[in-house]
């Protein structure tokens, strides 16, 4: 696996765009890796994105792959130049960072800082449909941090970890996504370009805090593929470091 980091330039234009719609920074982040990758990249590749903000405020792109990322392929100017003195307080020599990542090393019992950026959401009306099989609901969100707190409580149980202490932020994000205009004899509906633009609507949640591994088989699928829905908008990746 592999870990990116980098500083964004506030005065990017490809920037001030990505920023404003989850959809187009996915499609920026597709860039740095390689084409012929066929239906699904993201999954393929293991991406999963963030974007935190620094102590000045500034926003530092998070981004781990299976695939090492080629973040030459980005616009030019996507980074602050690595001389930047916002950068020294980081401690970086280079800005983009990119790093390998052993999540191999995790053990059960051990204790890790971490942060997950969550879509915190519920599926309700499910049913089961005569032949036994379970027909999808629908999705709502989790709001209030004492639901929230639940939620991921229950996601630690699936994905082999126990929260210890959390500190819950509140996400608002919102993309725009374009889907093909129907072909000849489909049913027809509004274009907006080329087709009809959608736009989508999270309430997730920041959580920072302290957990310990109880399953390290299931932790490090959780590290690895990412935790809750709608991870093409830049939701599920969970971050940890040595807890103090």
Do not use: C
């Amino acid at each position: 696996m592999y870990l990116a980091r980098g500083f964004l330039n506030p005065v990017s234009r490809d920037v001030t765009r990505d920023l404003a719609n989850p959809v187009a920074l996915h499609k920026t982040l597709l860039r740095a890796f390689p084409d012929e990758l066929g239906p699904g990249p993201r999954a393929q590749m293991g991406l999963l994105f963030r974007v935190d903000l620094g102590r000045d405020g500034g926003a530092i792109l998070v981004l781990q792959s299976s695939v090492r990322p080629d973040l030459d392929k980005l616009p030019i100017g996507y980074f602050l130049d690595p001389s930047d003195d916002r950068l020294f307080s980081l401690g970086w020599s280079t800005n983009p960072l990119v790093e390998t990542l052993d999540h191999s090393s995790a053990r059960e019992g051990q204790r890790f800082a971490f942060r997950l950026r969550a879509n915190t959401t519920k599926k309700i009306l499910t049913k089961s449909l005569p032949d036994g099989t379970k027909q999808n609901g629908k999705r709502v969100p989790v709001r209030g941090d004492e639901e929230r707190s639940k939620w991921l409580a229950r996601r630690g149980t699936r994905d082999g970890f126990r929260v210890e202490s959390v500190r819950i932020s509140e996400v608002h994000a919102h993309a725009t996504r374009t889907r093909s205009a129907p072909r000849s004899g489909a049913p027809s509906a509004p274009e907006v370009g080329h087709g009809t633009e959608h736009r989508l609507s999270f309430a997730g949640a920041l959580f920072d805090g302290v957990l310990e591994v109880t399953d390290v088989l299931h932790f490090r699928k959780a590290l690895d593929s990412g935790i809750g829905p709608a991870k093409a908008y830049g939701f599920g990746l969970l971050s940890i470091a040595r807890a103090p």
